[in-house]
Structures are given as C-alpha cells and as structure tokens.
C-alpha cells in the first residue's frame, strides 16, 4: 500500500458516489449521462424480469455505486469492495455484451478497478 494507492482509491471512490447521480435522474455531469442511466435503467429492470421498475433499478445500482464507493474510500474495506465490484461488473460486461450494450463504460469500470487492485498490491 502506498500514497498513490490511496490517492487513486479514493479518487475512484469518489467518482463512484458521484456517479450515483445520473442513476436516479440528476444530469450529472451532463444531461448525456442522465440519458445513458434512464436508458441502463430500464435495460436493469428488464434484465430484472420486471420484479424491478427503471426507477426501483436505478435506486438499487446508485446504493451500490455509494456504497462501493465509500467502501474504497476507507482503505480497511478497500479491497473487499473492489473484488465485490469487480465480480459485478465483470458479470454485467458478460450481459452487456450478450445484448449489444455499450461496452466503453464497461472497460473503463474494469480498468478502474485493475488499476485500484494492482496498487493495493504494490
């Protein structure tokens, strides 16, 4: 564990509590993103095989972007978060690409998270 491992899990951890937003409807950044989320949300509840509405997936995937986040954040908890988020989103990259989903958000996740482990390591 070094200083940079702390600096980019905790940048990390504060992009995945600031991502929330755009989950449950807050065009943050940009208004772009706030329709890539509205539009994953209802891809989620489908996958869901309706027991989810698009808002009800989108509460579900903001908590768990928060709480991941604020899991890599406080370094105890770091890096069982990241292997948790790691099977996640290598699961959901799987699915992705079954159904044709964009597949650049998928790899930017799954390099984050790499990159996160691999300074925990070091």
Request: glycine share 10%.
């Amino acid at each position: 564990m070094s200083p940079l491992s702390d600096v980019v899990s905790i940048t990390f951890g504060g992009l995945c509590i600031a991502s929330a937003l755009p989950f449950v409807g807050i065009p943050f950044p940009t208004r772009a993103w706030a329709t890539y989320y509205a539009d994953k949300n209802i891809w989620l509840s489908k996958l869901s095989g309706g027991r989810l509405t698009p808002n009800q997936a989108g509460y579900a995937s903001a908590l768990l972007r928060i709480s991941v986040g604020s899991c890599c954040i406080y370094q105890p908890t770091r890096v069982a978060a990241l292997l948790v988020n790691g099977a996640v989103v290598v699961r959901g990259t799987m699915v992705a690409h079954r159904d044709g989903r964009p597949m650049r958000p998928q790899w930017n996740m799954l390099g984050a998270i790499g990159l996160c482990l691999l300074l925990e390591l070091l």
